[in-house]
């Protein structure tokens, strides 16, 4: 949770894997513009498949603590469960953990060993901060426009749907772990 970013969550949709699937691209760019920033249509930018998908946001700023979003879709006779995790992309992983080492080696190297403990312990509290600060809302972002995707396909009629007798007691329900 703490030192590695990370949250879990399980939806359930009434509808087909492929309308999941086609809702979720059609809001996705599939690269990251040079020197830009995504066009204001699309929420995320990655790579949808009928079988899962792998987000980032598209927000408008840099952000280290961004929510590498990690999903997989698999159809169920009730609908499609879509099962979330959201962590740090591993470079920005690479990033944090480097600056943690290399400040409490470059640190310990002068000999002042106190003082590199307490750096550190320093960079772990506003590595904390980052974590409610940064990551946490995005990701709480990110989780509610994918649920909003995912239980709302019905409005795009073009788009293969499941079949309405089985959404039942399971239309949009939602669990986090």
């Known amino acids: 949770m703490f030192l590695v970013p990370y949250r879990k969550t399980h939806v359930v949709s009434p509808h087909s894997a492929e309308a999941i699937a086609e809702h979720l691209r059609l809001q996705t760019s599939r690269r990251w513009p040079w020197f830009q920033s995504p066009a204001p249509q699309f929420d995320f930018v990655g790579k949808v498949s009928r079988k899962g998908f792998r987000l980032v946001p598209a927000i408008r700023t840099r952000n280290t603590y961004q929510p590498w979003v990690l999903g997989r879709i698999t159809a169920r006779p009730e609908g499609t ?29 002068a000999g002042y060993y106190g003082g590199a403990a ?53 239309s949009g329900s939602v669990q986090t772990f």
């Open 118 to 170: 307490l750096f550190t312990a320093g960079l772990i509290v506003l590595h904390g901060l980052m974590y409610w600060i940064r990551f946490c809302p995005q990701a709480r972002r990110a989780e509610k426009r994918i649920r909003q995707l995912v239980t709302s396909v019905e409005s795009s009629s073009s788009l293969p749907q499941a079949d309405p007798g089985l959404a039942g007691a399971h």
């Open 81 to 109: 469960e879509i099962r979330i995790v959201q962590t740090l992309h591993p470079a920005g992983i690479v990033i944090i953990v480097t600056f943690l080492i290399l400040a409490f080696a470059l640190w310990s190297r």
